[in-house]
């Protein structure tokens, strides 16, 4: 079911607005992340797709039709929460079943497809025992499968894997997206993991303050991010954030001179500064000494000090000593300036 959010604003006191203006289009059939820090307005909005809570103002479609004063019944969504919200004295079976005797479909028929939902989720081996009995993920597949008895319109998943611990999350992220491709239910994620939304998804929506930052594709958010905001909150270690001031002269005759006037915050990728020519990659150079260089794993990573402000590399390839000058090269990819308001204004595409 495709979702659409037309000037939607949430305020719980009639006082202070959580959520300003959110418009936006979520297609059908495709799995979409909310993201963004604590408080940021993700669980409101998901609430606000489920009919539990209804906006102060704006309209909310599902498809062609306006479901603003529609209840959660009504909109038919099935919803996974943080804590599963089993029912300790069922089976699995029956709580997979339940909604479908809720629902007064008859007893063969909800046991079929609470069988067939088993199936789907792999806890087919397991429909005898009581909740407490499951691991955190098998009980997260009960949930799932519960939530899709009723063959929901949407599927809704608020932080349904942060109690889990980590190996189990990654595992069921997996899972989650390959269930919502085998069923091809339209399903929207909550998360505060950057990590757990950019493996998911196809769409992500990165959510600030109330305002929508961007709603895009992971590989768009990291290589095309709207503002600074985006550019510091996707991507890990986190962008180098640098004042246009912390620069002389590196950037002049490399950026248009009109550019270099509006810009005020500069973000540069640990991975856009390699310690070797990469011919028309590279933008500029810039001249750094070595605070301190560290390998481990695959990475070798150095912080060093440009016009006395910290810079990560994590391409280094030469063996370095702590206080060696080194020269960097910029790459033109990784390389972002910001105006005044955090507006992208130099670097990936433009048009993006
Ligand atoms: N029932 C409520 N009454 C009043 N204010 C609320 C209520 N629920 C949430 N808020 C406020 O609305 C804002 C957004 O909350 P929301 O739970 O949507 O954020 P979130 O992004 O999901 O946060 P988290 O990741 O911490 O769960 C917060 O400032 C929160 O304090």
Redesign the pocket.
Known sequence: MEVTFKDVTLS??GKRE?LHHLNFTIPEGTLVSIL?P???????TLMMISGLLAPTSGKIFFGDQDVTKKDALARKVGMVFQNYALYPHLSVLENIEFPLKMAKVPKKDRKKKAIELAKLVHIDDQLDKKPGALSGGQQQRVAIARALAKEPSLLLLDEPLSNLDARLRIEMRQEIRRIQQETGVTTIF?T?DQDEALHISDHIMVLNQGQIQQFSSAETLYDNPSNLFVSQFIGEPVINTLDITDFDRELEGHVDAEILQRAKKVGIRPEALQDHDTGSETLTTIATKVKHSEKYGREKNALLDFHGKPLLTTEMRAEVADEQELPLYLQRHGFYLFDENGVRIFGGDQDA
Do not use: A, E, F, L
Not at 38 to 44: E, L
């Open positions: 719980y006191d959580i963004g604590s408080g940021c307005g993700k669980s409101t909550v505060h």
